[in-house]
């Protein structure tokens, strides 16, 4: 268990290797090459092009300038933002922040209603509510999340006038964890649609499994109470599979967070992409992308070591 | 005439493998459907012009914002005059290229390098299987966004970023099956026959990987249409005044609390054409699965 623990932790290195390779490759797909790309609306004097070749080292051999480059990385220098000149990390960090709040609300959604929906939906196979809830699940992973979020800030904020639309604060008096849950509620269900239909779907098919198992049939037999065969007993098989789905969809939830902090102006990395893309500051976009990623690769390995904790067969292998 | 011969003539003549898969097809009833409806959509995008007697491009100044069911605009107009019902038909022209051919080109693409991967193995199978699990590292969405910015917006790029970051994934299907498929006991049965290893997979491999290509591409081709809609949405897209049915949800934004249409409208056709994909590969699963059909 420990040996493969300490298997898979040394296997994330050559992934974030390749990581850092793509990002740094990224720059230099940008017409004119990276100098250009790093000064933005300055490019066009080619004094200073010149000087940002020197200073980074643009005409040395790519193994050099790469190994360069990731070095100003991980010492926490990305370089300097070409839309808003202050130096990226300053720009990424608290974002990040905001863009994790937002990603932890709708992966509690989408747990915790998707793991009741699927638990229920197995339970109640092939009834009406069964039949509901997957063309809900599977309408709602065919939509465009943006739509979602519009759709829910028109009725839930502007209609019935239950929920604040826009902002991660109200604007009135001091933040508060309480004005930042309220205005968390929109934007994270939006986001967590997807995942949550995933993920009910996983558990429903998983659970439809497990119930039929005899060991399921062994619970029943010792005249355990319902809800203890299906909870203790099934659904403890099912876990494994349930984390494993989870992991994958935080990926697809940073994701989504780009388009849902567009509609409900919630100021995370996904803006500050938005914004990026209209600035072509393609600096910032380097950043945030490798930064996203590497959240994205540790929360699969915890995802990962949790499934292994908790499937003793996983880990005898 | 013999009572044998009688009986054999009597026995029902065994249908051919095409014939069985059509026929399960055809017996899903949401599958057929998604099918009409994609058929449809796609007529009514070849049609377009001929459809609706007004330009997408154009906006009539006397009449912003005109909600659904008015006469003369049944799904209303945008927030510069435009018919919005001319505009989900000329953006079905963007959506089912979008659509289509970046899983053909994934597909393609995925099938060589799952091949080598889950097929030949060896030493550069290795490499390009986790050569692919670096792209899986990278968060699907953000990758295709920031490939598109830095080459530039536009129909060839958004095209192209979708195509690489779909890749990985049905590489992935394609050396998962191969690579079950190769210690099978008819490949075993193949080999010990002297079938030569490019025959093996030909006959005995690909008839396993092509099918569940298909199914995983066509199931995918629903989710690029939402993915599509995603770059429009960023402004990544199709440049205005093209209509893009993701532009238009964004250029509804600011009208929203007034005239809801304009987000809402493309958004459902994104919904419908998106799910009509989902209910077609779902059939194909069935249809091209022979374990699958034999258990409906």
Request: hydrophobic letters at 55%.
């Amino acid at each position: 268990m420990l040996l493969y623990a300490g298997q898979r932790l040394a296997a994330i290195v050559p992934t974030l290797i390749g990581v850092s390779i793509v990002t740094f490759g990224l720059l230099h797909l940008v017409p004119g090459g990276p100098a250009v790309a790093m000064l933005g609306m300055a490019a066009s004097d080619p004094k200073a092009v010149a000087a940002v070749t020197r200073e980074l080292g643009l005409d040395r051999p790519l193994p050099t300038q790469y190994w360069l480059w990731l070095r100003r990385a991980l010492g926490g220098d990305f370089g300097m933002s070409t839309e808003f000149h202050v130096p990226v990390s300053s720009l990424l960090f608290p974002k990040l922040e905001h863009t994790l709040i937002l990603t932890a609300g709708s992966l509690v959604y989408a747990i915790v209603i998707g793991t009741i929906l699927g638990i229920t939906t197995a339970l109640y196979h092939r009834s009406l509510f069964d039949r509901l809830a997957m063309l809900f699940t599977l309408i709602g992973a065919s939509a465009p999340v943006f739509w979602i979020g519009l759709l829910l800030s028109y009725l839930f904020a502007i209609k019935l006038r239950l929920l604040p639309a826009l902002g991660m604060t109200s604007v009135l008096g001091p933040p508060t964890v309480l004005s930042v849950l309220e205005h968390l509620i929109l934007p994270a269900f939006a986001n967590a649609i997807i995942a949550l239909a995933v993920i009910a779907r996983i558990v429903r098919s998983a659970m439809l499994e497990a119930l039929v198992q005899p060991y399921v049939l062994a619970a029943r037999a010792r005249g355990l109470p319902r809800w203890r065969q299906v909870v203790v007993h099934a659904f403890r098989n099912v876990l494994p599979d349930a984390i494993n789905i989870t992991g994958l969809q935080v990926g697809f939830l940073f994701g989504g967070a780009l388009f849902v902090e567009v509609v409900f102006g919630w100021p995370g990395l996904g803006y500050l992409i938005y914004s990026s893309i209209q600035a072509r500051d393609y600096v910032t976009m380097q950043a945030a992308v490798l930064i996203v990623s590497g959240v994205f690769v540790i929360v699969n390995l915890a995802a990962d070591l949790a499934r292994l904790a908790l499937d003793p067969r996983e880990a005898r292998r | 005439m013999s009572a044998a011969a009688e009986d054999v003539r009597a026995r029902p003549v065994p249908r051919s493998a095409r014939r069985q898969a059509a026929d399960a097809f055809l017996r899903d009833r949401m599958a057929v459907a998604g099918l009409i409806v994609l058929v449809l959509a796609h007529a009514a995008a070849i049609l377009a012009p001929a459809l609706t007697r007004w330009d997408p491009t154009i906006g009539d100044e006397d009449g912003i914002l005109v909600p659904p069911f008015s006469p003369g605009h049944v799904l209303g107009t945008d927030e510069q005059g435009r018919d919005i019902l001319a505009r989900i038909l000329f953006g079905a022209r963007l959506a089912f290229p979008e659509a289509v051919v970046p899983v053909v080109a994934a597909g393609a693409a995925g099938l060589v390098l799952g091949l080598i991967g889950g097929f030949f193995q060896r030493v550069i199978g290795e490499a390009v299987m986790r050569t692919l699990d670096v792209l899986f590292a990278i968060p699907m969405v953000l990758l295709a966004i920031a490939i598109a910015t830095t080459l530039g917006s536009g129909l060839p790029t958004v095209i192209l970023s979708m195509a690489i970051v779909i890749t990985p994934y049905i590489a992935r299907v394609v050396a998962t099956t191969a690579a079950q498929q190769r210690s099978a006991p008819f490949v075993e049965a193949a080999r010990c026959a002297g079938f030569s290893e490019w025959k093996i997979l030909r006959r005995e491999i690909l008839p396993h990987v092509i099918p569940a290509v298909v199914v995983y591409g066509t199931t995918n081709m629903g989710a690029m249409v939402v993915f599509a809609a995603g770059f429009g949405f960023l402004g990544l897209g199709a440049q205005p005044p093209t209509p893009d049915w993701g532009a238009m949800i964004s250029g509804g934004m600011r009208s929203l609390a007034s005239a809801p249409w304009v987000s809402t409208v493309p958004g459902i056709a994104i919904v419908v054409i998106s799910l009509a994909f989902n209910y077609v590969g779902d059939g194909l699963r069935v249809a091209l699965d022979p374990r699958l059909r034999t258990r409906l």
